[in-house]
């Protein structure tokens, strides 16, 4: 398996700090993104949107270009930080389907995308997978003539099963799942069976570990916070064997969102420790 690395693990040097954050020691361009997971000698990158300076196809033609310079695998990562809520945004899905030309311009094929967050999470969740794949439906005849997949992310807001019952509804291989480890810890859903139960059906990763916070809330999103792969309460090495075993071929994206306390400010040693276990793990697969 290839491993690659996502750029929201440096959303603090892209300029998104949390409350509880301290700011960055120095700012970050996507060129300066690409040129670190270079010297980290990965496969791959996962580019959010979010952070990329122009949406422009004249400028994303230019970035496929140092993509392919690079020679990195490649993820168009849409939906940060509401996505679709839900399904109650008809903005957040033309915004979804307009990028599928974005993700073809890179030369990406597969674009994360992202049904909810944390807050919807904690509301009923029938109507919203009722909403959601309604919208897939619809997205899905779109990227069919894009040739692009769309990979749909645990984004805190559904389990496994429930992603499954998504799947099976809309019913296209247009539409997989960005299967992220650490937040199905965070809905208190075992990585473990959610990679038996969805391995079939994953286009692409989050490989985040993670670590409870003390004295803080339970409730809160990052009680889980993430730590370099390995370093976690995640049986990252058994995961990735089920996916592997399941046919995933993708990269494995190293992801880090709140970095937990112990292990200061420094998320780029987070991220380097992170790639140097993931080439271990992918090299003895079996």
């Not at 954050?21 to 959010?48: H, I, N, T, Y």
């Not at 984004?155 to 019952?165: G, P, Q, S």
């Not at 071929?249 to 993931?278: C, W």
């Amino acid at each position: 398996m290839k491993v690659g690395i996502d750029s929201y693990c440096y959303h603090r040097f892209f300029g998104e700090v949390y409350p509880e954050q301290p700011p960055p020691p120095r700012q970050m361009s996507v060129e300066d993104f690409l040129a670190r997971a270079q010297e980290l000698g990965v496969d791959g990158v996962s580019l959010e949107s979010c952070f990329l300076p122009s949406l422009d196809l004249g400028y994303l033609r230019e970035l496929k270009a140092a993509l392919d310079e690079y020679g990195f695998e490649r993820v168009y990562a849409w939906g940060h930080p509401d996505g679709l809520q839900g399904g109650r945004s008809e903005e957040g899905l033309r915004d979804m389907i307009a990028s599928l030309a974005r993700a073809e311009a890179i030369g990406a094929r597969v674009m994360r995308v992202v049904g909810g967050t944390w807050a919807e999470g904690r509301e009923a969740h029938a109507p919203q997978l009722q909403r959601l794949a309604r919208m897939f439906r619809q997205a899905t005849e779109v990227a069919k003539d894009h040739d692009v997949r769309m990979a749909v992310e645990n984004h805190n807001d559904f389990t496994a099963d429930e992603l499954l019952r998504l799947l099976e509804t809309v019913n296209s291989p247009y539409l997989g799942i960005n299967f992220d480890t650490g937040n199905f810890v965070r809905l208190l859903d075992d990585p473990v069976e959610a990679a038996r139960t969805l391995g079939q059906y994953v286009y692409a990763t989050h490989i985040k570990d993670v670590w409870p916070q003390k004295r803080v809330s339970p409730r809160a999103w990052y009680f889980f916070s993430s730590a370099p792969v390995g370093q976690g309460l995640i049986d990252i090495a058994r995961v990735i064997q089920i996916l592997n075993d399941a046919g995933y071929a993708g990269m494995l994206t190293v992801e880090i969102d709140f970095l937990h306390p112990d292990y200061g400010d420094d998320e780029d040693a987070a991220v380097a420790d992170s790639v140097r276990t993931l080439r271990r793990i992918a090299s003895s697969l079996i």
